[in-house]
C-alpha cells in the first residue's frame, strides 16, 4: 500500500465529521413540532411557506428536523421563526410551564428554565457559565441604539461621569 493511500485513510478516520445533534438542536425539534402542530400546518405546509420566503426546506427534511436526525442551519432557524411568526428565541429556548423547571442548553446543563429565558432575553448572563457583570453582559450582548444603554449614559453624563459616547 502506497503512502498517500494510507496518508489518507488515516485522515479519514481523523477528521471531524461535527457534533451530534445536542440538547439545543433536540429542544428545536421539539419546538418546531409543536408550533407548527399549535397552528395546525402539515410539514408540506411549512415548507411551501419557507419556499416562498427564499429558504425552501422539502418535507421530508423539515420532519427528519423535527425528529431529530437533522440539525438546523442558522438562516434554516430564522427563516423557520419567521414561518411560524415566533421569535427565533420560541425555536431555541425551552418551552416549560415553570421558569424553576431544570433544562439542559448546549454549553449549560441542569439550569433553571427563567435563567435561560433571561440570557436568552439578553437580560442576566447564565450564573453557572459567566463572571459576575451584568451591564457589561449587556452591553456586548444589546445593540447600541437598545433604549437601556442610551439612557444609562445620558445619566451618567448629566452627573459629569462619562462623556455620553460608547467607548
Not at 31 to 39: A, M
Not at 85 to 99: E, G, I, K, M
Not at 100 to 112: I, L, W
Request: proline residues 7%.
Amino acid at each position: 500500500m502506497s503512502l498517500f493511500v494510507n496518508y489518507h485513510r488515516n485522515m479519514e478516520t481523523a477528521r471531524q465529521r461535527g457534533n451530534d445533534i445536542g440538547p439545543t438542536g433536540k429542544t428545536v425539534a421539539e419546538n418546531v413540532k409543536r408550533l407548527r402542530g399549535e397552528l395546525n400546518l402539515k410539514q408540506s405546509e411549512l415548507s411551501e411557506r419557507l419556499s416562498a420566503l427564499g429558504q425552501p426546506i422539502p418535507t421530508a427534511s423539515i420532519g427528519k428536523l423535527e425528529s431529530g436526525l437533522r440539525k438546523v442551519e442558522v438562516d434554516d432557524l430564522m427563516a423557520i421563526a419567521v414561518a411560524l411568526n415566533v421569535s427565533p428565541l420560541a425555536l431555541l429556548l425551552p418551552d416549560t410551564r415553570s421558569p424553576e423547571a431544570k433544562v439542559d442548553v448546549t454549553g449549560a446543563e441542569n439550569q433553571r428554565s427563567g435563567d435561560v429565558w433571561q440570557f436568552g432575553l439578553g437580560e442576566t448572563p447564565l450564573a453557572a457559565t459567566a463572571p459576575p457583570g451584568a451591564l457589561d453582559f449587556q452591553e456586548r450582548t444589546m445593540p447600541y441604539w437598545a433604549g437601556w444603554q442610551n439612557q444609562a449614559r445620558d445619566q451618567m453624563a448629566a452627573f459629569g461621569d462619562d462623556d455620553g459616547k460608547r467607548p
